[in-house]
């Protein structure tokens, strides 16, 4: 093929039968993933600056808040950046601010500098979080999509156990509070530098990406390569390219997202990851003091804690297996309802035993939807020029209501006990639910170009 000819990305891309190469960008992708847990440990180093009187009850709700802040920016300007310089570059940026950041956290001497420093954490990983699943959606075959995002997400969120299992681990052989929370940054930071290094050595830039861009040769050259290493691993020929129109390229200004059908996808975009910022945010940071409020003992608590978060790897597992089986607004609408009857039903728990049974089941369905919300469908609603600006627009309002809701939270839990608290959660999943019902998009099965064109 001429290297100047229109690549055709899209169409060259969503004919490729499963190869290794596909596992080897879900590998890189969800590695990366799994392993910036700043986001994961939240409320466990909050606990243990809670322990150690660096801060209050009241000064975990501006740690967090501040940290969200940061994912809000992080999101909003990462995902400009990331439509400007591309998607391997973006990643390798904020790759390298948020490993600075959780380096940072570990010398960090007093509690006025980690705050600023747990923001630009929270910048770093709101940027890193938009470009890595919206950029993945770009590579993978629409037929397969939604699974391949949900695998994905399966490995990234093993995070949330994994960083609370070492938090377990820590307390238990007797780790001073003082250095836990310390040792608690220096693992992830430790591991995002292998990530780096992979993506570096492993990660194309995006043909599709590099075809809006007008940079045809460079888009042609990465996209013979990958068909050559997957004709060689399949040992057949690829399918003939159904070719398409060469009007692929376009240029969507920042304003149009708040126009027409785009801006039909931003509300109903931000919809659903507020669901999901204030759900997941509110629990991860806030579980081991709603448990404390109940008199439970911190290593109780922090053992409840892990055994809720094992749900998390095992509900993006179930996810993973029926995305594309299920059409994509049938699923969001079924799971927000189903979080929000049964999370009532768990406030009003208080024996361990059946808190820590219905707790796994509530974070399996909270995760389903966690992966629904963030890797399949938010990312893929948009057309290739405007991805990462979209995806990080709605990332951005979705964050910003997880600035608020901790002090709501605060509120709440202070003055009507923690079983209001999951009956606020419920309300919130139940005005989603009703936002998708009116305004959601159906993408299930469409090819990345036609979802860009409806």
């Known amino acids: 093929m001429n290297n100047n000819n229109f690549p055709n990305a899209g169409a060259r891309l969503d004919r490729l039968p499963t190869s290794r190469w596909h596992t080897q960008m879900w590998f890189v992708t969800a590695f990366a993933l799994l392993v910036c847990w700043s986001n994961g440990i939240g409320g466990l180093v909050g606990a243990r600056l809670i322990e150690i009187g660096w801060i209050t009850q009241e000064g975990l709700a501006s740690f967090s808040s501040l940290y969200t802040a940061g994912m809000l920016f992080g999101a909003l300007i990462g995902g400009i950046i990331g439509d400007k310089i591309g998607r391997k570059k973006s990643i390798l940026l904020y790759e390298i601010i948020h490993i600075l950041a959780m380096i940072g956290a570990i010398v960090c001497p007093n509690m006025e500098l980690l705050y600023i420093i747990r923001t630009i954490q929270g910048f770093g990983l709101g940027a890193l979080l938009v470009v890595l699943f919206a950029g993945f959606t770009e590579y993978m075959p629409a037929v397969s999509r939604g699974t391949w995002s949900s695998r994905t997400s399966f490995i990234g969120n093993w995070a949330h156990p994994i960083s609370s299992l070492i938090a377990t681990l820590i307390v238990t052989i007797g780790v001073a509070p003082e250095l836990d929370w310390r040792i608690q940054f ?109 008199g439970i003992n911190t290593k109780d608590s922090t053992l409840l804690n892990t055994v809720g978060l094992f749900g998390a790897p095992f509900g993006i597992f179930i996810a993973s297996l029926i995305m594309d089986k299920l059409p994509r607004k049938v699923m969001g609408i079924g799971l927000l309802v189903i979080i929000g009857v049964l999370g009532i039903f768990y406030g009003q728990l208080d024996s361990l035993t059946s808190i820590s049974i219905v707790g796994f089941i509530l974070f399996t369905f909270i995760y389903m939807y966690v992966c629904f919300a963030s890797a399949v469908y938010v990312p893929e609603i948009w057309p290739t020029d405007a991805k990462l600006r979209g995806s990080g627009f709605c990332n951005a309002v979705g964050r910003a209501s997880g600035i608020i809701f901790p002090f709501i939270v605060n509120i709440v839990l202070t003055n009507y006990g923690p079983s209001a608290v999951f009956v606020l959660l419920a309300v919130v999943a139940i005005i989603i639910a009703v936002g998708i019902i009116f305004l959601g998009v159906e993408t299930r099965g469409e090819s990345v170009e036609d979802i860009g064109r409806h």
Request: charged letters at 20%; hydrophobic letters at 45%; a neutral charge.
């Open 186 to 294: 220096a693992i992830p930071s430790v591991l995002s530098i292998i990530a780096m290094v992979l993506i570096s050595n492993k990660f194309p830039e995006s043909p599709r990406w590099l075809e809006v861009q007008g940079r045809y040769s460079e888009a042609n050259e990465i996209l013979n390569s990958i068909e050559e290493r997957i004709e060689a691993q399949t040992g057949k020929k690829l399918p003939e390219v159904k070719i398409s129109n060469e009007g692929g390229l376009s240029s969507i200004s920042y304003g149009e997202l708040f126009k027409g059908e785009l801006l039909k996808r931003v509300i109903i975009g931000s919809l659903v990851l507020i669901g999901m910022n204030v759900i997941q945010y509110t629990l991860m940071n806030w579980l081991p003091t709603i448990f404390a409020a109940k």
